[in-house]
C-alpha cells in the first residue's frame, strides 16, 4: 500500500514576514491484502485475504503563514503556517473474491484546522526548500457509505492532534516572484 498527496499552494506577503495563500490538495491512498496470517498463540489466530481499499480525497484550505529569520540570516528562517481546509472525495473497500465478494463505497467530507510550524532554507532570493510537521489540529471527518448496493449508513470521526504528528512531515520547493 502507500499514500501519495501532491499541494500545491499560491502565497502572497502582505508585509514583511507575513504572509497569505490558499492550497489545493491530493491525496490517494491504496492499501491492498491478498493473503495474510498471523498467529499470536493457540487462542488467538486469524487471517485476512483478498481485501481491498482505495481512496481520493480533495482539499481546499486557506492559510497564513509568520517567517522569522534566524538571526541575521536570509538563507534559513522559520515559519508558522495556520490552515484552514474542506475537502471531500471517494472511497472503495473491497472484501473477498466471486461469489463472496463484498463492496462499500463512500463519499467522503472532511474540514479541519491545522498548525504546522517549519523550516525554510532559500536555494537563492526566489526558491526555497522547505520542511514542516504537524503539532497542532482539529479535524472532522464526515462519511456516507453503501455497501453490496443494498445497505447504507454513515458515521463522522473527529480527532484532535496536540502533538507532533510525524505522519504529517512536509517536503517541498516554493518559489517566490
Known sequence: GYQ??????????VRDDF????????????FKVDNLDINVSEDFQFSISDYYILE?????????RLFMNIEDSKRFGLFNDVKLMFGG???????????????????????GLVYSPGLSVFIN??????????VLGLQM?????????????????SSANFK??????GLGIAIYL
Not at 480525497?57 to 492559510?63: A, C, Q, V
Not at 507532533?164 to 512531515?169: E, K, T
Open 4 to 13: 501519495l498527496s501532491a499541494k500545491p499552494f499560491v502565497g502572497y506577503m
Open 19 to 30: 504572509g497569505v495563500g490558499a492550497t489545493f490538495a491530493y491525496e490517494r491512498t491504496l
Open 56 to 64: 481520493h480525497i480533495y482539499t481546499g484550505s486557506i492559510f497564513m
Open 89 to 111: 472525495g471517494q472511497g472503495k473497500y473491497i472484501n473477498g473474491k466471486g461469489d463472496a465478494l463484498e463492496g462499500t463505497y463512500q463519499n467522503i467530507f472532511k474540514m
Open 125 to 134: 532570493d526566489y526558491a526555497a526548500v522547505e520542511a514542516s510537521i504537524g
Open 141 to 157: 471527518k464526515h462519511t456516507d457509505q453503501k455497501t453490496n448496493q443494498v445497505y447504507t449508513g454513515s458515521f463522522k470521526k
Open 164 to 169: 507532533i504528528d510525524l505522519f504529517s512531515i
